[in-house]
């Protein structure tokens, strides 16, 4: 048994020192363990050597303790990689609750520009209405004075011509 425990508790120890694999060092270092109290148990009975149980009993249990602690980091840095997957996933929902807000903000403000220039352009079309119809009273009325001036100068020139005749005849009667 001593024998057992030693080489158990050897190989345990030289495995437990691999990163990674380490904590399979338990596989060996556990029954080492075992062997190595069971050595020391028989060979006090029998009152015999106890020195390779006990070199075989500290291998395992520095082996177990190294394989323990590997263990211990690796289920550690495991959680925390979990639990910081987590917060990404929690983060990226978020984020994406934002962005989804957002996409409907942008839609609700595209609406409303839709409408404010829909508004101005009706506003436009009717100012433009407005002109259009404000130019055509003014054109009518240019007209009409066009119109009036035209007959005032008629009569004007009728006026004139009747002068003309009448300084003629006066002309006329004084013999010149």
Known sequence: MAVAALVLGIVGLVISFIPCLG????FL???GLIFGLVGISKAKKAKAG???AIAGLICSLIGT???GWQFYVIKHAATGLSEAIDKAA???DKASKEAEKLKEDGKKLDEEGKKLIEEGNKKATEAVQKANEAAQQANEKVNEAAQKANEAAQKASEAAQKAADEVKGALKNFGL
């Open 23 to 26: 904590l399979y060092g338990l």
């Open 29 to 31: 270092t556990v029954p």
């Open 65 to 67: 303790a190294i394989a």
């Open 90 to 92: 929690k983060d990226a």
């Open 50 to 52: 106890m020195g390779l």
